[in-house]
Structure formats: C-alpha cells, structure tokens
C-alpha cells in the first residue's frame, strides 16, 4: 500500500502493475517501455500508487540533465507518443483522491531525486488528461484523427474524403500491391526506406531509428506490431508499421520512396492498415496527429478527432530558471518544455 517504485528490472512487479490498471495499451506497457530506454530514450522507471480507493500507474523516462558545473540533475518525459498517469479507481471521487495522493508522494520522490521537470504526454484515446487535470494544469496540444472500426467497411470506405478515394483506386490501377508482413527480410527493407526518407527530410533526432532498433521491437513486442507493404512489380516500395494492442491500432511509422509518391502509395498503404485493423476486430485504428502537412492527409481518411494534451511541470524552479538562464532560454517560453532543452530537440 503507498507508494513503490521500480526500474526496468522489476519485470515480474512492472507486468502485474499494468495489469492492475487493465492493461492500458502497448504506448504504456512495460515492454515498449523497455525497447525505448535501450534505445538512449532515458532510465526507465515506474511509479505506483496503492490504496483501498485503487491505484496509479506512471511509468516514464528519467534523463540526466548534462552540461558546465551541473552534477546530479535530472528531468523526466513520457513514453513517445502517448504516456502519462493511469488511473484505476470506482469513481471520479477516488480517482481525483487517489491522483492527489499520488502527485504528492511523486513530488516529494522527485525532491529527493534531484528531478527539475517533468514533461507529460497524456493518452486521447484513453483521457487521461481529465483527471490529471484536477492536480496540475494540462495544455491542449493538437487534435488528432482517428476512425471508429465499429462501423463497417462500407461505411470506413465513404467516410473518406472523395480525393482520397480517388487516389486509392488510382494506386490499385497503378500496380501498387499489398501485403501484411511480420518478415525479418520486410523489416530489413523497410528500415532502408525509412532511413532514406529520415535523411532526405532532416528528421528530429528522435526519428533517427536503426536496424537494431527494429529487431529489438520485432523481439520484445513482436504479437503486437504489423508491417503493411506496398510493392510494383515485386519490390517493396513503401510500408507502413502499425503497433496494436487488444483495442486500438496505431500509425506508428510509415515511409515509401518517393519515385511512387504520383502512384499515392501512402494512402493505399493507409487505408488497407485501417482495413487490416478492422478485420481483426480492434475498435478504433489512431492516425495520430502531425504538423499541418501530415494533419491534412489523414484528415482526408475521417473526420473523426480526439485531443492531445501535454503538461510541462517544474520541481525545482530555482534549478529549472538556471538551467534556462544557462541555455540562453526564456524560462516561461511556451514553445518546448523543458525550455533549457530546446536546442537538443532539433
């Protein structure tokens, strides 16, 4: 009872945490958790809090804050792309006490452990920013778009955008042709795309993911990621990689060359990943959201929208102001949170 805290170590405790909390989705399960921090995403913790209303679960990311005269700060983030708190409790009531009990016995840990910030990416599929919000304050980020896999297939198909109807049947006429994969040989060829268009796009560093990063995802969640490829005349051209877990699929990656592009191969391979979720009998399939560009295509496949909220929480205000202070950073900017980490965002 109380609150306890575990590394990645704690596997067995890690697992029957989630559990406990219904087993809130592959962003938030401990072995996605795990894949990301051996990928330099940072340590790997997670928070629990216990009691007779019910229980918090927060895993997340602590990283140690680098630079002159520092010693023995750190920060904390969310899973990428979506974490924050999970609340298990009967009611609204306990879930507000329970949160309240929570932040207090974390902030106290964060004290302790010389955390400045914290940033928090919050579920729109799960909400659990509404909650959250009744202890610290949230910020609406973006929308994103989804498409409810209750209907049917006729219904997902005239829900899309005329014009993007048009360019699927044009990329059927084209030749594109689609399969589902699990492949070693498909994820092999699909990390060559992908890191063509990373370079090509001068992606965030965050995007930069290697071979190695994609056979540890095949290993370490391998029932719960898809490969949806896209081939001309027997080469794979293009594919998009979908993570799911027992509700909703995910757009977790997609890239494609773009000599295929005027064939539109990205809103084949989309759609026939919707169709793919459908089939299997998941509930929504989450286009996620993305700047204005990548917001509008996916737009063309729903109108359908959830919210997507960020909380950004300093700690330790004296150190945060002199982090900002060193990084030449306006410690109140409302551009990136933490503000001294602006420039290692790019």
Same mark, same amino acid.
């Not at 298990?88 to 964060?110: G, I, P, T, V």
């Not at 059927?172 to 992908?194: L, Q």
């Not at 949806?228 to 799911?244: D, H, K, N, P, Q």
């Not at 700047?291 to 359908?304: A, I, L, P, Y």
């Given at each position: 009872?109380?609150?306890?805290?575990?590394?990645?170590?704690?596997?067995?405790?890690?697992?029957?945490?989630?559990?406990?909390?219904?087993?809130?989705?592959?962003?938030?399960?401990?072995?996605?958790?795990?894949?990301?921090?051996?990928?330099?995403?940072?340590?790997?913790?997670?928070?629990?809090?216990?009691?007779?209303?019910?229980?918090?679960?927060?895993?997340?990311?602590?990283?140690?804050?680098?630079?002159?005269?520092?010693?023995?700060?750190?920060?904390?983030?969310?899973?990428?792309?979506?974490?924050?708190?999970?609340?298990?409790?009967?009611?609204?009531?306990?879930?507000?006490?329970?949160?309240?009990?929570?932040?207090?016995?974390?902030?106290?840990?964060?004290?302790?452990?010389?955390?400045?910030?914290?940033?928090?990416?919050?579920?729109?599929?799960?909400? +659990?920013?509404?909650?959250?919000?009744?202890?610290?304050?949230?910020?609406?980020?973006?929308?994103?778009?989804?498409?409810?896999?209750?209907?049917?297939?006729?219904?997902?198909?005239?829900?899309?955008?005329?014009? +993007?109807?048009?360019?699927?049947?044009?990329?059927?006429?084209?030749?594109?042709?689609?399969?589902?994969?699990?492949?070693?040989?498909?994820?092999?060829?699909?990390?060559?795309?992908?890191?063509?268009?990373?370079?090509?796009?001068?992606?965030?560093?965050?995007?930069?993911?290697?071979?190695?990063?994609?056979?540890?995802?095949?290993?370490?969640?391998?029932?719960?990621?898809?490969?949806?490829?896209?081939?001309?005349?027997?080469?794979?051209?293009?594919?998009?990689?979908?993570?799911?877990?027992?509700?909703?699929?995910?757009?977790?990656?997609?890239?494609?060359?773009?000599?295929?592009?005027?064939?539109?191969?990205?809103?084949?391979?989309?759609?026939?990943?919707?169709?793919?979720?459908?089939?299997?009998?998941?509930?929504?399939?989450d286009l996620q959201g993305g700047r204005e560009g990548v917001f509008r295509f996916k737009g063309t496949f729903s109108d359908r929208r959830a919210e997507f909220y960020t909380a950004g929480i300093v700690h330790d205000r004296c150190a945060y102001d002199s982090l900002c202070a060193s990084a030449g950073a306006p410690p109140d900017s409302?551009?990136?949170?933490?503000?001294?980490?602006?420039?290692?965002? +790019?």
């Amino acid at each position: 009872m109380g609150f306890c805290l575990y590394s990645s170590s704690d596997v067995g405790s890690w697992q029957l945490a989630f559990e406990g909390v219904g087993s809130p989705g592959v962003y938030h399960s401990p072995d996605y958790v795990r894949l990301l921090e051996q990928h330099g995403y940072g340590i790997a913790e997670l928070s629990r809090w216990v009691s007779e209303e019910g229980q918090v679960y927060y895993p997340y990311f602590k990283r140690k804050v680098e630079g002159a005269g520092i010693k023995n700060l750190w920060d904390i983030q969310s899973s990428w792309y979506y974490g924050g708190p999970i609340v298990k409790a009967a009611d609204s009531a306990a879930e507000k006490s329970l949160l309240q009990n929570f932040r207090q016995a974390f902030s106290e840990q964060c004290s302790q452990a010389r955390v400045v910030s914290e940033f928090v990416r919050f579920d729109p599929n799960l909400m +659990n920013h509404s909650v959250f919000e009744s202890v610290e304050r949230v910020d609406l980020n973006r929308e994103t778009v989804y498409v409810d896999l209750g209907r049917s297939e006729e219904d997902i198909w005239a829900e899309l955008k005329s014009e +993007n109807r048009t360019s699927i049947r044009k990329a059927r006429k084209s030749g594109v042709s689609v399969d589902v994969s699990r492949s070693k040989t498909d994820i092999v060829r699909f990390v060559e795309i992908y890191e063509e268009e990373m370079s090509r796009k001068g992606a965030y560093s965050h995007y930069n993911l290697d071979q190695t990063f994609f056979e540890d995802l095949v290993e370490m969640i391998g029932n719960q990621f898809v490969l949806i490829c896209g081939s001309v005349e027997g080469r794979m051209v293009g594919a998009t990689l979908c993570l799911y877990d027992g509700h909703t699929a995910y757009d977790f990656l997609m890239a494609s060359l773009p000599d295929y592009w005027d064939m539109r191969i990205n809103n084949l391979l989309m759609f026939e990943s919707i169709v793919w979720a459908k089939q299997h009998g998941l509930d929504r399939f989450d286009l996620q959201g993305g700047r204005e560009g990548v917001f509008r295509f996916k737009g063309t496949f729903s109108d359908r929208r959830a919210e997507f909220y960020t909380a950004g929480i300093v700690h330790d205000r004296c150190a945060y102001d002199s982090l900002c202070a060193s990084a030449g950073a306006p410690p109140d900017s409302q551009d990136y949170f933490p503000a001294y980490r602006k420039r290692d965002s +790019n």
